[in-house]
């Protein structure tokens, strides 16, 4: 049965001190709190061992936004996927745009770091999703389905039921356009059929997936309500506990 998912990225943002106020303070407000939805928090490396140790993870789980492409060694400046684990986080944030966009990462990249993750044990959220060229030349569909395609579409049966997906609609991040609740569930859907077309309809109706399009207070219940968004990828909202709490309360 898939799950209802809401994961904040706080991206670049944050001190460790700021970093661990703002989980603890989530913690707090959440403490109390009939959830109907996975609550996970990506934080910066240099976070996520202290903020582990401050939370009670079995209410809100921790994610890296990234992890190497390689097991161990002479790569100055990587966090491995063991690494990562190691800290207490249970999920890595992989294949985001702004990784795509400004750190060059491939496909061959990626299924490296997809694989060294599951290895280690940690859920995926595997990112996908087109820029504004691709959408206005209606070539969102073939996009995507190829993105999935190059990549964890050459995972096991058994292991692509270890990951969640977030579609990001990179054109509408930050650019001041907005996608609908019908653009966002047209996509989700399409997402589905292709993982029903690859994987069968048990693995499609099992597999959550995210939308990470600017998702806030207002638009939560909206898109939550649609069959086949199953929570959010949230950027900016996440980094205040009232905004991040009201999404988590639209389920």
Not at 76 to 104: N, P
């Amino acid at each position: 049965m898939r799950k209802n998912i809401v994961a904040g990225n706080w991206k670049m943002n944050k001190t460790l001190q700021e970093g661990l106020n703002l989980a603890t303070e989530l913690n707090a407000a959440l403490a109390d709190t009939k959830l109907n939805c996975d609550v996970v928090i990506g934080t910066p490396f240099i976070h996520l061992a202290s903020v582990a140790a401050s939370i009670d993870t079995k209410v809100i789980g921790v994610a890296a936004q990234n992890c190497a492409d390689k097991e161990s060694g002479a790569y100055t400046g990587e966090i491995s996927a063991a690494m990562v684990k190691s800290t207490g986080a249970d999920y890595v944030i992989l294949g985001h745009s702004e990784r795509r966009e400004y750190y060059g990462e491939t496909s061959e990249k990626l299924n490296s770091k997809v694989a060294l993750a599951l290895a280690n044990g940690l859920i995926p959220i595997y990112c996908c999703g087109e820029a504004l060229e691709v959408r206005n030349a209606d070539e969102q569909n073939a996009y995507v389905k190829n993105q999935l395609e190059e990549t964890v579409f050459n995972l096991s049966t058994d292991d692509f039921s270890k990951i969640v997906i977030a579609y990001e609609p990179i054109w509408a991040i930050g650019t001041g356009v907005t996608a609908s609740t019908e653009q966002a569930q047209e996509m989700l859907a399409f997402i589905r059929g292709l993982i029903a077309y690859q994987f069968g309809k048990d693995m499609a109706e099992n597999t959550s997936i995210l939308y990470g399009g600017s998702c806030n207070a207002k638009n939560a219940a909206e898109l939550f309500a649609q069959p086949d968004i199953d929570g959010g990828l949230i950027g900016g909202a996440s980094l205040k506990v009232a905004d991040f709490k009201a999404i988590i309360d639209a389920f």
